[in-house]
């Protein structure tokens, strides 16, 4: 399956990459911070990190914004509303929400790596209210329901 996502640098992306996929199979594509100044984000502090860019994705399609693997495990830092939803019909700026989890002050300077998009295929759903459902052998046991 393949799909054409347009993208359009906006005034801040200027003289940054594009979101690039960092390897041949990688199913995300790095983001890079659009930031004019240097943000420091202090333990427990988070911010909205500008990328320089929107996008318009066909029908169906919406883009995760998700955590960068080496910024959580090295440094703390992550994305709070994660995965984070980009809309097919959003045409605004994309922004990433970090915060630093860390124990240490996190500095985020133009053109850092911060986060990275996948993009995921979204079935068309139709509600349909029902007075009972199927019965399953789970049943409505949720949180913590297999004792582990």
């Known amino acids: 399956m393949q799909a054409t996502v347009q993208i359009k640098r906006l005034e801040g992306g200027e003289n940054l990459p594009l979101p690039k996929q960092m390897s041949e199979l990688a199913a995300g594509f790095d983001l890079y911070a659009a930031v004019t ?7 427990g502090e988070r911010a909205l990190i500008p990328t320089g860019f929107a996008l318009s994705m066909p029908a169906g399609l919406e883009a995760q914004i998700r955590p960068r693997s080496g910024l959580a495990y090295k440094h703390g830092i992550t994305c709070l509303n994660s995965p984070g939803t980009i809309d097919a019909d959003y045409r605004g700026e994309v922004k990433v929400l970090l915060i630093n989890h860390g124990q240490e002050s996190f ?35 949720g949180f913590g329901h297999t004792g582990q």
């Open 37 to 43: 100044d240097t943000v420091e984000l202090k333990p």
């Open 107 to 141: 500095r985020i300077e133009r053109g850092e790596r911060i986060a990275q998009m996948v993009f995921q295929y979204v079935p068309r759903i139709q509600l349909e209210t029902v007075l009972e459902l199927s019965e399953t052998v789970r049943g409505s046991g």
